[in-house]
């Protein structure tokens, strides 16, 4: 099994919302990283997960919360997001250290009004 | 500071033609390359892996090379089809991260 389920697909919030998109793999991947994707842009790595830690944050501002409560799991829980954050979100994970082949999610198709 | 680029941005050819789509990277210490594609809205489909080791990857119509010495891989499609137009992109790691960098894309279209 190679899949990366996301939830939800579609997300509709506005700017005082609280909400959360959620990722999940079963491959046994050490590795899980959040991208976001503007129109006709490549994916933008946010935040990476090694061994349930974070790893690296790519300077996202902190409207952005990720969590990583177990090996298959991951959440990314958003705050007094602003409509520049409109943007497909993309879960990946990967075996583990050294970038090892990533298998991404359907994505998250977010608008913020 | 690493950076991948794609050349061409965009492309349009008949049915059957064989292409070859361009990557190129300024950083030659990379750990994998990874070629997706991606429909439009929808996640990435990974295509091939290259690890730094190996010259060049094959799946049925699909051949990726790369030369790290001078910074570029190429992605062969044969005997296009409708069903591969998509967009194109290869990403680069480099060793010892979880880091990968994207290229801007190649938009392919083939004409039935």
């Known amino acids: 099994d190679t899949e990366v389920t996301q939830t939800p697909k579609h997300l509709v919030m506005g700017m005082t919302n609280k909400k959360s998109l959620k990722c999940e793999q079963h491959?046994?991947?050490?590795?899980m990283y959040w991208y976001k994707q503007k129109a006709k842009k490549p994916p933008e790595l946010m935040f990476v997960?090694?061994?349930?830690?974070?790893?690296i944050n790519e300077s996202v501002p902190s409207r952005f919360s990720p969590e990583c409560p177990n090996s298959s799991l991951l959440n990314l829980h958003l705050h007094a997001l602003q409509p520049e954050d409109s943007a497909l979100y993309l879960c990946?994970?990967?075996?583990?250290?050294?970038?090892?082949?990533?298998?991404f999610g359907p994505g998250t198709r977010l608008t913020v009004t | 500071k690493q950076e991948v680029t794609q050349i061409p941005a965009a492309l349009s050819v008949p049915e059957g033609e064989n292409l070859v789509l361009n990557c190129s990277f300024t950083?030659?210490?990379?750990?994998?390359l990874q070629w997706f594609r991606q429909d439009p809205g929808k996640g990435l489909t990974s295509l091939l892996l290259?690890?730094?080791?190996?010259r060049e990857q094959t799946s049925g119509r699909l051949n990726a090379s790369l030369d790290k010495s001078s910074g570029r891989s190429t992605l062969y499609i044969a005997a296009s089809q409708p069903g591969d137009s998509a967009t194109y992109l290869c990403?680069?790691?480099?060793?010892?991260?979880?880091?990968?960098?994207f290229g801007t894309g190649t938009r392919l279209k083939v004409l039935a």
């Open positions: 990946a994970s990967s075996q583990g250290a050294g970038g090892g082949e990533q298998y």
């Open positions: 491959m046994g991947h050490r590795a």
């Open positions: 997960y090694s061994y349930e830690k974070l790893s």
């Open positions: 950083d030659s210490a990379i750990y994998n």
């Open positions: 290259i690890q730094s080791s190996q």
């Open positions: 990403a680069v790691s480099t060793s010892g991260t979880y880091k990968y960098i």
